[in-house]
């Protein structure tokens, strides 16, 4: 059974400083990761999708990692900015299951930029 | 940008209700779902739907049903609310990948 960890839970960081956030999972059969954002009391937004073919996905100041042998993702987010403030959820699609497009999530990490 | 609508922001109803969460999408997609989201557990997969008048039971479909009728409109149902049905909701919608997801709506069951 797939199993998404994200470490730490919570990260608190000054302003302008370089962080990166971590997602691993236990099986490698994945057909892509997802980065998502979220804040306080709304739905999710995606930020970056890598598929199982891809090391890496950049957007701006984020640039995501894959690497599936080892079953890890990191998001690199440069420059940080109070506004980077939110809970960041990755998500695993598994191998087969057609078109369904099931995602498991990580719990997330919850990040303050203080400024 | 798709847009995926979430009916209610907030509810608040009481036990033994009929509750009706209500999602609609505007591009199209095949594919929606109805996730919950609870501290320390996540975002848990209740119900999917991969076309209308399909669906297929996530990871969580007790105490919930779900109706598509319509390839926009995908709705789930708590046929008898519960405390324990207190939760964030989410409704999101693809064609394949990525998810696009709603606001969101927070029920409290009283």
């Known amino acids: 059974k797939q199993e998404v960890t994200q470490i730490p839970a919570a990260l608190s960081v000054p302003e302008g400083e370089n962080l990166v956030l971590n997602c691993s999972f236990t099986?490698?059969?994945?057909?892509?990761l997802q980065w998502f954002r979220q804040d306080p009391g709304k739905g999710l937004t995606s930020l970056l999708l890598?598929?199982?073919?891809?090391r890496e996905q950049t957007s701006g100041r984020l640039n995501a990692s894959l690497d599936k042998s080892s079953g890890r993702s990191t998001l690199y987010i440069a420059a940080s900015q109070p506004g980077d403030s939110a809970t960041y959820l990755c998500a695993v699609r598994r191998l087969g299951g057609g078109a369904t497009n099931k995602l498991i999530f990580g719990t997330g990490t919850l990040l303050a930029v203080q400024p | 940008d798709v847009k995926v609508t979430q009916s209610s922001r907030y509810l608040v109803k009481r036990t033994g209700e009929k509750v009706f969460l209500e999602c609609v999408q505007d591009?199209?997609?095949?594919?929606m779902f109805w996730y919950r989201q609870d501290p320390g557990l996540g975002l848990r997969l209740i119900y999917f739907s991969y076309d209308v008048k399909m669906k297929e039971k996530g990871d969580i479909p007790e105490g919930y049903s779900v109706s598509r009728e319509k390839k926009e409109r995908f709705s789930l149902i708590l046929e008898s609310a519960s405390t324990n049905q207190t939760s964030m909701y989410l409704c999101a919608s693809s064609v394949n990948s990525p998810l696009h997801f709603g606001n969101g709506t927070r029920l409290t069951v009283t």
């Open positions: 890598i598929q199982s073919s891809q």
């Open positions: 099986d490698s059969a994945i057909y892509n």
């Open positions: 591009m199209d997609h095949e594919n």
